[in-house]
T-cell receptor, first 111, second 114 residues
Framework: GDSVTQMEGPVTLSEEACLTI???????????LFWYVQYPGEGLQLLLK?????DKGSNKGFEATYRKETTSFHLEKGSVQVSDSAVYFC??????????FGTGTRLTIIP | GAGVSQSPSNKVTEKGKDVELRCDPI?????LYWYRQSLGQGLEFLIY????????KSGLPSDRFSAERTGGSVSTLTIQRTQQEDSAVYLC????????????FGDGTRLSIL
């Protein structure tokens, strides 16, 4: 079945450091890919998405590019802030069907 | 409100009791999903509704779990004869009825079984 593997955490970085959270997937066909974020005490929010190969999703300084050849959707940000501390989930889905999530990566940014 | 609304936000109950969790999706969203988030299991899909029908129930873990949706809007997830392993945060999401629309999540119901 479909699956998502993402970098295990926790990840701790200093403010203004460069961030990469790896995400790879296994699926039959070409899913849409998503990054969701869960800030402390809040619900799950969509951060960005990409629906086809070579698409780049971006939001709040974060970017991820849909790479079909490596079945990856790595999340990147050039300079993180304390407010980026959260749990990040990579996910895939087909059409309106269910999302399959990775296990989540807890990110902590130290001032 | 504008978002997905879930109630109650917290529920504590004794093992063996039945519980009902409610989800009110975003107005106009025809697709509705239930997931649960527990330590060690991550985010697991439970059931998906398109309108009032459920084309995918594959994630329901046992016959103690059931869900319904009426009027194409509110959905109720029912857990009968609760067990301690049912303790988790139950999340509801909704999306528009077209391909590749993102799912919008509620804040969840934290269920604790004593």
């Amino acid at each position: 079945g479909d699956s998502v593997t993402q970098m295990e955490g926790p990840v701790t970085l200093s403010e203004e450091a460069c961030l990469t959270i790896n995400c790879t997937y296994t699926a039959t066909g070409y899913p849409s890919l998503f990054w969701y974020v869960q800030y402390p005490g809040e619900g799950l929010q969509l951060l960005l998405k990409a629906t086809k190969a070579d698409d780049k999703g971006s939001n709040k300084g974060f970017e991820a590019t849909y790479r079909k050849e490596t079945t990856s959707f790595h999340l990147e940000k050039g300079s993180v802030q304390v407010s980026d501390s959260a749990v990040y989930f990579c996910a895939l889905g087909f059409g309106n069907e269910k999302l399959t999530f990775g296990t989540g990566t807890r990110l902590t940014i130290i001032p | 409100g504008a978002g997905v609304s879930q109630s109650p936000s917290n529920k504590v109950t004794e093992k063996g009791k039945d519980v009902e969790l409610r989800c009110d999706p975003i107005s106009g969203h025809t697709a509705l999903y239930w997931y649960r988030q527990s330590l060690g299991q991550g985010l697991e899909f439970l059931i998906y509704f398109q309108g009032n029908s459920a084309p995918d129930k594959s994630g329901l873990p046992s016959d103690r779990f059931s869900a319904e949706r009426t009027g194409g809007s509110v959905s109720t997830l029912t857990i009968q004869r609760t067990q301690q392993e049912d303790s988790a945060v139950y999340l509801c999401a909704s999306s528009r009825d077209s391909s590749n629309q993102p799912q919008h999540f509620g804040d969840g119901t934290r269920l604790s079984i004593l």
